[in-house]
């Protein structure tokens, strides 16, 4: 089994700044990428920033220049930092990850999402 724990979010005024951490624990073999996504009341899910293993990262336009994602493979957790919040960021994150494991025939990846947490910017 595998477990995502989100942590950071928290209430912040519009042009504070949060971090996010997400660590994945369990039966772990590796993790291809690991992203956050938000959902704000209303919308749907969309996706925030995702890095792979190698390093790459991509980022929703609306965030680009504002907030960065790593990832730390030793410890297989995944920060966000947001920096400029605005009031439109406000949403529950979610952390997203690929994880593969090794069964008791094969290698598989499977995808895995934390139980969210707030991030609410308002003055």
């Known amino acids: 089994q595998v477990q995502l724990v989100e942590s950071g979010g928290d209430l912040v005024q519009p042009g504070g700044s949060l971090r996010l951490s997400c660590a994945a624990s369990g039966s772990i073999l590796g993790i291809n990428y690991m992203g956050w996504y938000r959902q704000a009341p209303g919308n749907g899910r969309e996706l925030v920033a995702r890095i792979t293993n190698g390093g790459f990262t991509n980022y929703a336009d609306s965030v680009k220049g504002r907030f960065t994602i790593s990832r730390d493979n030793a410890k297989n957790t995944a920060y966000l930092q947001m920096n400029s919040l605005k009031p439109e960021d406000t949403a529950v994150y979610y952390c997203?990850?690929?994880?593969?494991?090794?069964?008791?025939?094969?290698?598989?990846?499977?995808?895995?999402w934390g139980q969210g947490t707030q991030v609410t910017v308002s003055s």
């Open positions: 997203n990850a690929q994880i593969v494991q090794l069964t008791i025939r094969q290698i598989v990846a499977n995808d895995y």
